[in-house]
Nanobody, 122 residues
Framework: QVQLVESGGGVVQAGGSLRLSCTPSGLTISDYNMGWFRQAPGKEREFVAAISRIASRTYYSDSVKGRFTISRDNAKNTVYLQMNSLKPEDTAVYYC???????????????WGPGTQVTVSS
C-alpha cells in the first residue's frame, strides 16, 4: 500500500523559510514524477511545483517561481520543497503527490499525502 507522508509544516513570519519533506512508503520516488500542491481556506487546490522522474526537470507555478525549490534525494526516498521569502498568501495545506506518467504534471496524480499546514503570519 502506498502512503505519502509530508512533514515540515508550521508557523513562520513573512519573509521566513520552511522546508517540507515527503517520504513515501510502498513507492520508490526514482520511479515516479513528484509534485507539491496546496489548498488555502475557501480555495481550490492548486499546483505548486513538480520534479520529473527522468532528468529531474522542475516546474513551478508563477506564484512561487524564484522563491520555492523542489528537489529529490533518491537515496533517502524523499522529496523536498524549500520555501523562501514566504508571504501570508502562501498560507495553505501543502500536499505531496506522485504519478508515474509524465503527462499533465500540474494536474492529475496517482497518489496523495494527507497534507501539512503552513501558516505565514504578517
Amino acid at each position: 500500500q502506498v502512503q505519502l507522508v509530508e512533514s515540515g509544516g508550521g508557523v513562520v513570519q513573512a519573509g521566513g523559510s520552511l522546508r517540507l519533506s515527503c517520504t513515501p512508503s510502498g513507492l520508490t520516488i526514482s520511479d515516479y514524477n513528484m509534485g507539491w500542491f496546496r489548498q488555502a481556506p475557501g480555495k481550490e487546490r492548486e499546483f505548486v511545483a513538480a520534479i520529473s522522474r527522468i532528468a529531474s526537470r522542475t516546474y513551478y507555478s508563477d506564484s512561487v517561481k524564484g522563491r520555492f525549490t523542489i528537489s529529490r534525494d533518491n537515496a533517502k526516498n524523499t522529496v523536498y520543497l524549500q520555501m523562501n521569502s514566504l508571504k501570508p498568501e502562501d498560507t495553505a495545506v501543502y500536499y505531496c503527490a506522485a504519478k508515474y506518467s509524465v503527462a499533465e504534471l500540474t494536474r492529475t496524480y496517482d497518489y496523495w499525502g494527507p497534507g501539512t499546514q503552513v501558516t505565514v503570519s504578517s
